[in-house]
T-cell receptor, first 113, second 116 residues
Framework: QKEVEQNSGPLSVPEGAIASLNCTYS??????FFWYRQYSGKSPELIMFIYSNGDKEDGRFTAQLNKASQYVSLLIRDSQPSDSATYLCAVKGRDDSWGKFQFGAGTQVVVTP | EPEVTQTPSHQVTQMGQEVILRCVPISNHLYFYWYRQILGQKVEFLVSFYNNEISEKSEIFDDQFSVERPDGSNFTLKIRSTKLEDSAMYFC??????????????FGQGTRLTVV
C-alpha cells in the first residue's frame, strides 16, 4: 500500500515568516512530486512540481526533494494571510500512469497577522 | 487563463438514481482525470483517460462508474446507481503532454454530489 504522509497541522505561522511543510512517501521509485493548495471547499490549485533531487524555486515558494530519504518539502517565504489554506502533497508512483497521483491528507496552514 | 470547468456545481440525487457529472477540460489538453474527495478525507484518484480510452482506474471505479468523451470538448463521469457513500466532491482534471518528468495537472472547481 503506497502512502503519502503529511502532518495535518494546523501550522500557525506569523505573517512575514517562513512556513515549512513536509511530506514523506513510501514508494521509493516515485518519480514526480506535486504541491497543491486547497482552500476550504475549493479545488486543488497547483503550486509547483519537482522531479529532481534538490531545490526548485518559484516566487515565494521553494520545493525541496530528497529521494534517498523519500522526503519532499515546501517552503513558503514571506507568508501572507492569503496563504492560509490546506497544502496537499501529491506523488506519482513508479508504476502509476501519468496523472494518477497519491495525495496526502494535507497540512493546514494558518498565517496570523 | 484557461481553466477546467465543471457542471453542475452541486447535485443532489436520490439513492439508486443515475447521475452524470460534466467537465470541459482545457482545450489543448489530451489527458483527463476524475478524482473525488469525501468530506474531510484525502483526494482520491478514480480514473485517467487518454486517446478515447481509460488509461488506468482505481479500485473505487467499479462497474457503477463510467467515463465518456462524447464530443471534442466534454468529458463526463456517470454513476449508474448512486449509493450514499458516493456523496463527495468530484474533481475533473486535465493535462497536456506528459514528459518523462511530469507536467501540470489542472483541476476544475468540482461538483459536490449529495446522495440522499
Amino acid at each position: 500500500q503506497k502512502e503519502v504522509e503529511q502532518n495535518s497541522g494546523p501550522l500557525s505561522v506569523p505573517e512575514g515568516a517562513i512556513a515549512s511543510l513536509n511530506c514523506t512517501y513510501s514508494d521509493r521509485g516515485s518519480q514526480s512530486f506535486f504541491w497543491y493548495r486547497q482552500y476550504s471547499g475549493k479545488s486543488p490549485e497547483l503550486i509547483m512540481f519537482i522531479y529532481s533531487n534538490g531545490d526548485k524555486e518559484d516566487g515565494r515558494f521553494t520545493a525541496q526533494l530528497n529521494k534517498a530519504s523519500q522526503y519532499v518539502s515546501l517552503l513558503i517565504r514571506d507568508s501572507q494571510p492569503s496563504d492560509s489554506a490546506t497544502y496537499l502533497c501529491a506523488v506519482k508512483g513508479r508504476d502509476d500512469s501519468w496523472g494518477k497521483f497519491q495525495f496526502g491528507a494535507g497540512t493546514q496552514v494558518v498565517v496570523t497577522p | 487563463e484557461p481553466e477546467v470547468t465543471q457542471t453542475p456545481s452541486h447535485q443532489v440525487t436520490q439513492m439508486g438514481q443515475e447521475v452524470i457529472l460534466r467537465c470541459v477540460p482545457i482545450s489543448n489538453h489530451l489527458y483527463f482525470y476524475w478524482y473525488r474527495q469525501i468530506l474531510g478525507q484525502k483526494v482520491e484518484f478514480l480514473v485517467s483517460f487518454y486517446n478515447n480510452e481509460i488509461s488506468e482506474k482505481s479500485e473505487i471505479f467499479d462497474d457503477q462508474f463510467s467515463v465518456e468523451r462524447p464530443d471534442g470538448s466534454n468529458f463526463t463521469l456517470k454513476i449508474r446507481s448512486t449509493k450514499l457513500e458516493d456523496s463527495a466532491m468530484y474533481f475533473c482534471a486535465s493535462s497536456s503532454i506528459w514528459t518523462a518528468d511530469g507536467t501540470e495537472a489542472f483541476f476544475g472547481q468540482g461538483t459536490r454530489l449529495t446522495v440522499v
